[in-house]
């Protein structure tokens, strides 16, 4: 079965530094990663995503993230934060089963502080 | 247009209430997915409903029934909740298998 470990429950940072969000998955083959966004009380909104192909893939809001097979990682960055960016993150993983679809298995997340 | 709609937004009800979930997506996708989300905690998968096929959570109780009328409605009929069933009830869609899954805005459920 396939799992997500996000290390950090929470990040504290200054508005217009840089963030990196780390996301590690387990998995036998090469996964579905997906990064969402949740604000309070919300709906998850796809950041980005990776199937296949360039390990860095380039997201919605100035997100990317980066694709390392070697380390089983998936960590999101972003050069500059915004006030706006204060909220959860996971990371998610998506395997085949076959079946036609697949359910998420979700990292517990990492709540984002931005300071002004 | 990648939007999921789901109704009520908000539903609060009795133990011994019967009460339905509405969630409804015109992206034209075929799997479409309900997972509950504690406070504090990541969404859980429940069920799935992909080419009218159901895959079921085991770990989810019979309490919980979904429904899928056709490819862009699904339903999740709720009969003699527990308060610890309280939550946010997310509804997603998909193309299918290995594709990236959209998000409705969640029905806040209380049960008291």
């Known amino acids: 079965a396939q799992s997500v470990t996000q290390p950090d429950i929470h990040i504290t940072v200054s508005e217009g530094a840089s963030l990196e969000l780390r996301c590690n998955y387990s998995?036998?083959?090469?996964?579905?990663l997906f990064w969402y966004v949740q604000s309070p009380g919300q709906g998850l909104q796809l950041l980005l995503k990776y199937f296949s192909g360039d390990t860095l893939v380039q997201g919605i809001k100035g997100f990317e993230a980066e694709f390392k097979r070697s380390q089983s990682s998936f960590n999101l960055r972003k050069p500059s934060v915004h006030w706006s960016d204060a909220a959860e993150y996971f990371c998610?993983?998506?395997?085949?089963?076959?079946?036609?679809?697949?359910?998420?298995?979700f990292g517990k997340g990492t709540h984002l502080i931005i300071q002004p | 247009d990648t939007e999921v709609t789901q109704t009520p937004k908000h539903l609060v009800m009795g133990m011994t209430n019967k009460k339905s979930l509405k969630c409804e997506q015109h992206?034209?996708?075929?799997?479409m997915y309900w997972y509950k989300q504690k406070a504090k905690k990541p969404p859980e998968l429940m069920f799935v409903y992909s080419y009218e096929k159901l895959s079921i959570n085991e770990s989810v109780p019979s309490r919980f029934s979904p429904e899928c009328p056709n490819s862009s409605l699904l339903n999740l009929h709720l009969h003699a909740l527990q308060p610890e069933d309280s939550a946010l009830y997310l509804c997603?869609?998909?193309?299918?298998?290995?594709?990236?899954?959209?998000f409705g805005p969640g029905t806040r459920l209380t049960v008291l």
């Open positions: 997603a869609s998909s193309q299918g298998e290995g594709t990236a899954q959209y």
């Open positions: 998610a993983v998506g395997a085949g089963s076959g079946g036609g679809a697949d359910g998420l298995t």
């Open positions: 992206m034209g996708h075929r799997a």
């Open positions: 998995y036998g083959a090469t996964p579905y």
